[in-house]
C-alpha cells in the first residue's frame, strides 16, 4: 500500500537557534558551579582526617532537641563542622534496673524511654546530622554523658571511651570518648566540676580526674592531640567576667581548709595551677586564647549565669579547644559563639558552641 506523506516546506522558523553571548556566558557560569559542586563533593568523599571542629555542652541534648532544634540544626548547616563533640547528653545507658548497663546504647526498657530514644534518633536521621556517624558514651542516669559525631566521609582508625584508651571500658558517668586518626588523636571530656567542699565527689574527684588527664596527656605524646570539650576551669583572670565575684564565691558560708580551694569551683586557685601544669607539661596550647590575647566582654566567654538573681551577668570561659603545640601553626580560627548575658547564640543551654578550625597541613611541612 502507498502513502502519500504532505512535503514540509522549509522556513526561517527551522533554522537552529543562535546562542547569543549573555545565554552562553550564562551556561559556562552553570557548569563552572556544577563543576566546583562536584569537585567539592569528591574532596569530601575522599577526606582523611577532620578540619573544623565544634564543641558544645548541650545541657541535655534530649531538651535541645525537643526546644532548641531548627536554631542549632540552622547553625550546624552554616558552619558544617566535620566533628561535632557534644557534653552533657544526659541519657540513661541501656540496660534495666539492676542489671549491667551499656553506655553505648540509650535504655529503652520502657515506655517512656523508649519514647525519649525515638525523638533524638529522629532528630539524627535529618539533615544535616544524618551525615554523621555518632559515639555515645552515657551515664546509668539521666546525669553527664558525651556524645561524639565525626562525618561520615571520615573513619576513625579506633574510638575508646577511657582516658586508659581501653575500647570496651567507659569513664564514670560517660565523660570521655577518644577517636583517633592518621595524624593526631581527638579527646572529647566532660569534666567533672570540682564543688564546694573537701569530700570524695567534690574536691577529691576532681584532683584524681587533673591527676589521670596529665598521666594521660604525658602518655600519649607520641601523637598530636586535639582535646576539646566542657574542661570546667577558667584558666585565668581573663577568662571570666568579674574575677573578685568568682575568687570570693562560697556556698552557705563554708570556708574550705586550704585557702587555694576557696572560690567559685572552676576558677579556685588549685584547679586553674593544675590546669596549668597540664597545659606545661603536656606541651598544650589554648587555641582560643593563642588567636585572641585580649579580653572580649561581649562574645569571650563559653559559661553565663543565670539571667536572674546575683549570677546574672557573670560569665566563664570553661569549654576549650587544646591542641598540641605541634599543631598551633595550624590553627586558622577559634571562635566562640555565644555573647551578651541574655544568653544569644546559646540555643537554650548555660553553654553556648565554641568552635575550631586547622589548615590542612603546617605553613613549614614543606621545609621539614
Known sequence: MKRFFQPVEKDASSKKPTISASSSSVKESEITKETASVDEEKKEATKKEPLKFLTWNANSFLLRIKNNWPEFSKFIENHD?????????????????????????????????????????????????????????????????????IKKCIQPKKVSFSLDETG????????????????????NTYAPNNGWKEEESSFQRRRKWDKRM???????????LVWCGDINVSHQDIDVSHPEFFSAAMLNGYVPPNKE??????????????????????????????????????????????????????????????????????????????????????YGSDHCPVTLELSDESPNSNEN
Open 168 to 187: 570496651s571500658k567507659h569513664e564514670p558517668d560517660g565523660r570521655v570518648i577518644l577517636a583517633e586518626f592518621e595524624s593526631f588523636r581527638l579527646l
Open 81 to 149: 563542622p566535620d566533628v561535632i563533640a557534644i557534653q552533657e547528653v544526659r541519657m540513661p545507658a541501656a540496660g534495666s534496673k539492676g542489671a549491667p548497663k551499656n553506655p553505648r546504647e540509650f535504655k529503652d526498657d520502657t515506655k517512656s524511654s523508649r519514647e525519649e530514644k525515638l525523638v533524638i534518633m529522629r532528630a539524627l536521621s535529618t539533615a544535616p546530622f544524618k551525615n554523621y556517624n555518632v559515639w555515645w558514651s552515657l551515664s546509668d542516669m539521666k546525669y553527664a554523658g558525651t556524645a561524639l559525631l
Open 261 to 346: 580551694d576557696c572560690g567559685q569551683p572552676g576558677f579556685t586557685l588549685s584547679e586553674r595551677k593544675r590546669f596549668g601544669t597540664i597545659l606545661k607539661e603536656g606541651k598544650l596550647v589554648d587555641a582560643y586564647r593563642y588567636m585572641h590575647k585580649d579580653k572580649d566582654m561581649q562574645c569571650g566567654f563559653s559559661w553565663s549565669g543565670n539571667p536572674i538573681g546575683k549570677y546574672r551577668g557573670k560569665r566563664m570561659r570553661i569549654d576549650y579547644f587544646i591542641v598540641s603545640e605541634k599543631l598551633k601553626d595550624r590553627i586558622l580560627a577559634c571562635e566562640i559563639h555565644g555573647q551578651g548575658i541574655e544568653l544569644e547564640g546559646f
Open 214 to 224: 596529665l598521666e594521660f596527656v604525658l602518655r600519649t605524646c607520641d601523637k598530636p
